[in-house]
Nanobody, 120 residues
Framework: QVPLVESGGGLVQSGGSLRLSCTAA????????IGWYRQAPGQERQGLAC????????YYVDSVKGRFDISRDNAKNTVYLQMNNLKPEDTAIYYC?????????????WGRGTQVTVSA
C-alpha cells in the first residue's frame, strides 16, 4: 500500500478558511489522480474534488464548487485542498486518496484522515 498522510485539519469559525495537505510517500503525485473526500458522523463518505494527472484537470461536486480549490505542488509531492467560507456542515473527517482509473474512477489507496470542525 502507498502511504498517504493528510494534515492541516483543526477548529475554525464559520466563514473561515483552512488548507489541507496530502503527502504521498513512494509515489509521485503528478503521476496519479488524487481525490479529496469527507465523512461526517452518521454519513457515508463522499467525494469532494479531484485533480487528474491528465493536464492537471480539476473536478468538484456542486456543494463545494466555488469554495474549495484542489491543487498540487509537484516539487513538494503534495496535493492541497484550500477550503474557504467554511460552514458548520463542512465538519467532517477529510481524506485524500489515490484513484485507480481517473477522477471518475474508484479510490484505491487512502490516508487516515484529518478532522475539520467548523463552529457557528
Amino acid at each position: 500500500q502507498v502511504p498517504l498522510v493528510e494534515s492541516g485539519g483543526g477548529l475554525v469559525q464559520s466563514g473561515g478558511s483552512l488548507r489541507l495537505s496530502c503527502t504521498a510517500a513512494g509515489v509521485t503525485v503528478d503521476d496519479e489522480h488524487i481525490g479529496w473526500y469527507r465523512q461526517a458522523p452518521g454519513q457515508e463518505r463522499q467525494g469532494l474534488a479531484c485533480i487528474s494527472r491528465i493536464e492537471g484537470r480539476t473536478y468538484y461536486v456542486d456543494s463545494v464548487k466555488g469554495r474549495f480549490d484542489i491543487s498540487r505542488d509537484n516539487a513538494k509531492n503534495t496535493v492541497y485542498l484550500q477550503m474557504n467560507n467554511l460552514k458548520p456542515e463542512d465538519t467532517a473527517i477529510y481524506y485524500c486518496a489515490i484513484k485507480s482509473r481517473g477522477c471518475a474512477g474508484r479510490a484505491s489507496h487512502w490516508g487516515r484522515g484529518t478532522q475539520v470542525t467548523v463552529s457557528a
